[in-house]
T-cell receptor
Framework: SQKIEQNSEALNIQEGKTATLTCNYT??????LQWYRQDPGRGPVFLLL?????KEKRKERLKVTFDTTLKQSLFHITASQPADSATYLC???????????FGRGTSLIVHP | SAVISQKPSRDICQRGTSLTIQCQVD?????MFWYRQQPGQSLTLIAT?????????ESGFVIDKFPISRPNLTFSTLTVSNMSPEDSSIYLC????????????FGPGTRLTVL
């Protein structure tokens, strides 16, 4: 069955360092992959979308890579700040569908 | 983008009762969805709300338990019927905005606790 894996353990890093979150998937051929941020008690907020034919995408301090051979996406936050502390969700979509499948998310805690 | 509001933001309900959650979008959208997020879990799609016709439910969700209305392109309601403690969750509506690519925008969610 299709499966999306994100590290269930929280990632703790020091302010100023680069945070790297991982999203692995199996039995899936996604057309594109999205990353969302979710704060406690709030709905997810869209951050970045990367398509299957793209290797990397950047937006300000954020960078996403997508390796369809490894079936993995990496999400990087450079120069991390305490305000970056949140849960980050990856979501995969097949071509022709607006309905993604979401991972459980990884909690990021940036310490001052 | 789209600005989405939900009412109520949270509620505590008794077993056996029903709660209707409202979702309002600031622009007309074609695609609107309802999700559930249980503690520590990923988002689970309940149904696609179709304007002017019956919602399309995902496996494991039925209309009798989660009736959905969508009278126009900016508004939808989800009712959680005959609630039990297992229905305690965050309920989220989301939309896909034309011209935004394939991005989903989410409402702030409704936190439901069933006693």
């Amino acid at each position: 069955s299709q499966k999306i894996e994100q590290n269930s353990e929280a990632l703790n890093i020091q302010e100023g360092k680069t945070a790297t979150l991982t999203c692995n998937y199996t039995n899936y051929s996604p057309a594109y992959l999205q990353w969302y941020r979710q704060d406690p008690g709030r709905g997810p907020v869209f951050l970045l979308l990367i398509r299957e034919n793209e290797k990397e995408k950047r937006k300000e301090r954020l960078k996403v890579t997508f390796d369809t051979t490894l079936k993995q996406s990496l999400f990087h936050i450079t120069a991390s700040q305490p305000a970056d502390s949140a849960t980050y969700l990856c979501a995969l979509s097949s071509g022709g569908s607006y309905i993604p499948t979401f991972g459980r998310g990884t909690s990021l805690i940036v310490h001052p | 983008s789209a600005v989405i509001s939900q009412k109520p933001s949270r509620d505590i309900c008794q077993r056996g009762t029903s709660l209707t959650i409202q979702c309002q979008v600031d622009s007309q959208v074609t695609m609107m969805f309802w999700y559930r997020q249980q503690p520590g879990q990923s988002l689970t799609l309940i149904a696609t709300a179709n304007q002017g016709s019956e919602a399309t439910y995902e496996s494991g969700f039925v209309i009798d338990k989660f009736p959905i209305s969508r009278p126009n392109l900016t508004f939808s309601t989800l009712t959680v019927s005959n609630m039990s403690p297992e229905d305690s969750s965050i309920y989220l509506c989301s939309v896909v905005v034309s011209g935004s690519g394939d991005t989903q925008y989410f409402g702030p969610g409704t936190r439901l606790t069933v006693l």
